[in-house]
């Protein structure tokens, strides 16, 4: 990787000119326009680290103001090459111990920084110098889900080892990824068995019998609100509702889904869709699109009518992202091993979580010790599951 000219030597006496933290609800008009531009020159697309979304969920997600948002500029007073939200913290996992880590909050499904491509290992010698010198900061930054093996998780790599450490992968998850260049159709045969495809052929008649059945999208210009409202209620008459865990349980994530829907939908970046019976929603996802990838942030159904599998019959029309040329994947932002998303999308997206340790001595030796217990953890833990396997019944 070829290394940017203003690449510093000394990345904790730069940062001081470089590195600001700001005011998400107080951002001048300049900035705020370098954020929105930063969203689309990003090597990597995060619609969860983008104004739109990440300003409101600072404000209405973060009400102890834990988070700093911190931006990284090239040179004094040169263009935001990075945006990242950071907060201290006092433990790690169960273990007392002050260190950085990227903030996020419960569907916050992407930790990238947002960093303008080719910048990426400049971005990160700043930011780790930074918190050198930050006297809040202590013994490593720990960065969440980040792609494996992407433009970030490369730099960062790079970065670290350049400052005598390493950058040290503690956790990793597969997620169902939608990316191909097959049409929509044919996907859909290829991904799906085709006992299945009857099956769902089966289903999609007798629902059909039910009512009139349609497929719609939310268009530019449309107003977003009602569209709000159906998904609100229609998660909110689920099991989410009942185990409380829905947007509509708690006020605070009602008020921020409310709030980015609809700066989304100012953005370019909504894509609402529904499967109606007699103009009452069965089920409706939401995606964010911005290209080069997408992201499947929000699903849900009636679950009257599960017999019917109205998710599924709205993933099949779903799949016409396929044919957008803008997109060239789509994130499902699902948990691991999904059972309904993993068997429509064949394909799979890496995400890790990576602790980078500061640059102080006492930083240095509170890491390694950090890493050689999480190591044997994992032995531990590997050494277990494989030996129930080898004990369970076959």
Known sequence: MTVHPAFPTSAAEAAPLTVRVVDPLALSPDLAAQ???????????????????????????????????????????????????????????????????????????????LVRAGFERLFWSILLGWCDAAPWARTLVHVPRLTEDGPLHRALVDVARMRGGAAEAVHREERALLESDLSPEDYWDAAVRAKKRKELRRQANRLAEQGAIAFRRWRPGEAVDPWIDAFLDL?????????????????????????????AGDAGRLDMRALDLDDRPLAMLVNFLCPPGGFSFKTAFDEDYARFSPGVLLQQANLELLDDPHIAWVDSCAAPGHPMIDSVWRERRALIWVNVPLSA??????????????????RWKGASAAENEVESPS
């Open 361 to 378: 001595p006492s930083d240095r030796l509170r890491f390694a010790m950090l890493t050689k217990t999480e190591r044997l953890w994992r």
């Open 35 to 113: 954020w929105d531009r930063l969203a689309d020159d990003a090597s990597e697309p995060n619609p969860f680290a983008e104004r739109w979304c990440l300003q409101s969920a600072l404000h209405l997600l973060d009400p102890d103001r834990h988070a700093r948002l911190v931006l990284v500029r090239d040179g004094s007073d040169g263009p935001v090459i990075g945006i990242m939200p950071l907060a201290a913290a006092t433990h790690y996992g169960r273990i007392p111990l002050r260190h950085v880590t990227g903030w996020t909050h419960h569907n916050h499904f992407h930790g990238a920084p």
């Open 235 to 263: 998660e909110a008459r689920g099991w989410k509702g009942r185990a409380k865990s829905a947007l509509a349980s708690q006020s605070d994530t009602q008020a921020w889904f409310r709030a980015i829907l609809a700066a």
